[in-house]
């Protein structure tokens, strides 16, 4: 199974509200990624677990905050997010053989 | 810096044509790249990488080509199809690859019928 899989597709979210974006593969991957991808540009990077543990948050407003429960899953909690926010949310992950990373289909957030 | 771009967003090809996306890179010390493709409504999808000890690697209809000299590299598809419409992406993995990918610009390659 190489497969990356995000929930939901799509969310549409007020400012006000707190909603998570959910993650998950079970390649055995200890690597985990956010991306944000703005329409027309590339996916910027966002936070990377490594073995469960933050180990980089690319000055991502607190805003945003990530949770890797356990080696499968990333969750992202949204809350009190700005309209600039929305975008294509992926996650991806990736082994230790190689650099390659594997992309979810992506989460496509509105912030209303 | 280290960044990676493109030189040209948009590239519009006959279908059966051969493609060429072209990517610059500033970072000397970048000694792997890979190539993604994004289709619309999609993750990107893995389509060949490069280690900086070649200039050449092949894939199906795909060749990968890197010239360390002039920090350049370029993705050629063979007789491209309508099924290769999407976006392309150069990335280059930072810091060894656990700290994620930067990716380049990207370049929306358009079939032709």
């Known amino acids: 199974d190489t497969e990356v899989t995000q929930t939901p597709k799509h969310l549409v979210m007020g400012m006000t509200n707190k909603k998570s974006l959910k993650c998950e593969q079970h390649?055995?991957?200890?690597?985990m990624y956010w991306y944000k991808q703005k329409a027309k540009k590339p996916p910027e990077l966002m936070f990377v677990?490594?073995?469960?543990?933050?180990?980089i948050n690319e000055s991502v407003p607190s805003r945003f905050s990530p949770e890797c429960p356990n080696s499968s899953l990333l969750n992202l909690h949204l809350h009190a997010l700005q309209p600039e926010d929305s975008a294509l949310y992926l996650c991806?992950?990736?082994?230790?053989?190689?650099?390659?990373?594997?992309f979810g289909p992506g989460t496509r957030l509105t912030v209303t | 810096g280290e960044s990676v771009g493109l030189h040209l967003p948009t590239l519009s090809v006959q279908e059966g044509d051969n493609s060429i996306i072209n990517c610059a890179y500033s970072?000397?010390?970048?000694?792997?790249f890979i190539w993604y493709k994004q289709e619309s409504g999609k993750g990107p999808q893995f389509i060949i990488d490069?280690?900086?000890?070649?200039d050449k690697r092949q894939g199906q209809r795909v060749t990968v080509l890197l010239n360390k000299t002039v920090k350049h590299l370029s993705l050629q598809i063979a007789a491209t199809q309508p099924g290769d419409s999407a976006v392309y992406f150069c990335?280059?993995?930072?810091?060894?690859?656990?700290?994620?990918?930067?990716f380049g610009k990207g370049t929306h390659l358009i079939i032709q019928p």
């Open positions: 677990y490594s073995y469960e543990k933050l180990s």
């Open positions: 991806a992950s990736r082994g230790t053989a190689s650099y390659e990373q594997y």
């Open positions: 970072n000397s010390a970048s000694d792997y």
């Open positions: 990335a280059d993995p930072q810091r060894g690859g656990a700290d994620g990918l930067t």
């Open positions: 490069i280690r900086s000890n070649m």
């Open positions: 390649m055995g991957h200890r690597a």
